[in-house]
Each structure stands twice: as structure tokens, then as C-alpha cells.
């Protein structure tokens, strides 16, 4: 089994041929990423690849683009790793590989969230990964890193609602940490974790928790937080003292 790993940086493993040709050339390993997640999974049409990833070709010599990077793949991962459908279809034979993110995914939706988790520690998916040229790739790219990076938050915050049931608050409150920084910018999620630290007993962490993101919010986009969050602040400190 070929091993794809797109969660940090991308490595291949498995089969005894070299992966260089495929790690070393971004549009061949876009080609794959993109065969390997776009969904619905399966076959994709040939005009939505070369779409994505050579805008700047003509259509003759952006099709001969993507057979040559079709051709990298076969000869790096086996000629039974990627089929073809007619003229106009390319995929990723069922079962030719195994890959974190789908993996990751699967173990989301099965609730099995301390495995997802296990599966993202290496980071987010392909993160500095660019392609000049290639807008739309880089747009569908971003959308599939923030999806991904979205499930690790809620798989975080799923492993310390389970361990606040089991008034675990030092393990809750360590995942519900987690949890607000994979979501730097959702208030919501940052609403849940001061709130489920405060039950636990820790205004402290809560209020640590709000400084940072209220420092990063107006670092970033010269704002304040909420009022319904800043309300949840003055009761924290008022609490406190």
C-alpha cells in the first residue's frame, strides 16, 4: 500500500520505486492531491484538472501537461495506481493508496476524534505549499486547509466535552485549549472553551484564553471582540474577584 501523507509537509512511502520525481515537481504532486481529495472521490474530468492547474496553457498543450504528469505518477506509483476513464476521465484506483487526510476524515465522521487528532499533529494540510499561476487550485487548496483545520477544532473540542462528562477538567481543559487554537478566529469556539474553563474551575486559563485572541484580532484586523464576548469577560473577572 502507497502511503500519502498531506497533513505538514508531503511524503510518500510504499512501492519500490523513488518518489522523488513526484515530491519535486509541485504540479505533479498537486495532480495527485487533487486526485486523491477532490469529491466527490472517484473519477474527475480531465478539463476541470488542467483548469486548475495550467490556466496559462492552451487546451492542446495543457492536456499534454497533464498526461505527462499522469505519466510520472504511473511510472512512481505503478501503472495500476491511476486509471482512466475514455478520453476524458482520470482517478485514483480504489484501494492504490492510503492517505492521512482521508483517514483523518474518516475518523472525524466515526467519532473517533483522539485518532483524527493523532493524524493532524503533524499540521495543517499542506501548509506553504503555492503554485504560480494557478489561482483556483491555490482557492480550492485553502478551502480543503480550512475544512480540514475545521474538523481538527471540533475533534478537539469533542475529546473535552467527553472528558468535562467525566470531570476531567485538567485533560478538558487541555484539549478545550486546543480546540480555540485551531479556530483562531471563530468566537464562538472561543465563547465554548472560556466557558467550559470556567466550569472547570480555571477563570484564569478562560480569561488567557480571551487575551490571546482578543491581541491576535486586533493585531490582525485592528478589532475588538464581540460584545456578547466581552460581556462573558466582565462576568469571568467579576467572578474572580
Not at 481538527?152 to 477538567?169: I, K, P, R
Not at 491576535?216 to 471582540?225: F, K, N
Request: charge should be neutral.
Amino acid at each position: 500500500m502507497i502511503e500519502l501523507r498531506v497533513l505538514g509537509a508531503a511524503e510518500l512511502q510504499g512501492s519500490a520505486d523513488d518518489h522523488a520525481a513526484i515530491l519535486t515537481q509541485s504540479k505533479v504532486l498537486a495532480t495527485l492531491v487533487f486526485l486523491t481529495l477532490a469529491t466527490p472521490h472517484g473519477f474527475h474530468r480531465r478539463d476541470r484538472i488542467i483548469g486548475l492547474l495550467w490556466p496559462e496553457l492552451d487546451q492542446e498543450h495543457a492536456r499534454a501537461a497533464l498526461r505527462k504528469a499522469v505519466h510520472v505518477l504511473r511510472r512512481s506509483l505503478g501503472n495500476d495506481a491511476i486509471e482512466v476513464r475514455g478520453d476524458e476521465e482520470v482517478g485514483i484506483a480504489p484501494g492504490a493508496l492510503w492517505c492521512d487526510a482521508l483517514d483523518f476524515t474518516a475518523a472525524f465522521e466515526t467519532k473517533r476524534y483522539a485518532r483524527a487528532l493523532e493524524l493532524y499533529r503533524r499540521g495543517d494540510l499542506l501548509p506553504g505549499f503555492f503554485l504560480p499561476q494557478a489561482g483556483e487550485f491555490e482557492d480550492w487548496l485553502a478551502r480543503e486547509r480550512s475544512a480540514l483545520r475545521d474538523l481538527a477544532s471540533a475533534a478537539a473540542w469533542g475529546l473535552a466535552a467527553f472528558h468535562t462528562e467525566g470531570a476531567n477538567h485538567t485533560v478538558a481543559g487541555r484539549y478545550a485549549r486546543q480546540a480555540a487554537a485551531l479556530a483562531p478566529t471563530d468566537e464562538r469556539v472561543l465563547r465554548r472553551v472560556m466557558q467550559l474553563l470556567r466550569r472547570g474551575g480555571d477563570r484564569a486559563g478562560a480569561l488567557h484564553v480571551y487575551s490571546d485572541f482578543a491581541h491576535r484580532l486586533a493585531r490582525d484586523h485592528g478589532a475588538l471582540p464581540s460584545g456578547e464576548t466581552q460581556q462573558l469577560v466582565a462576568e469571568l473577572r467579576a467572578g474572580a474577584e
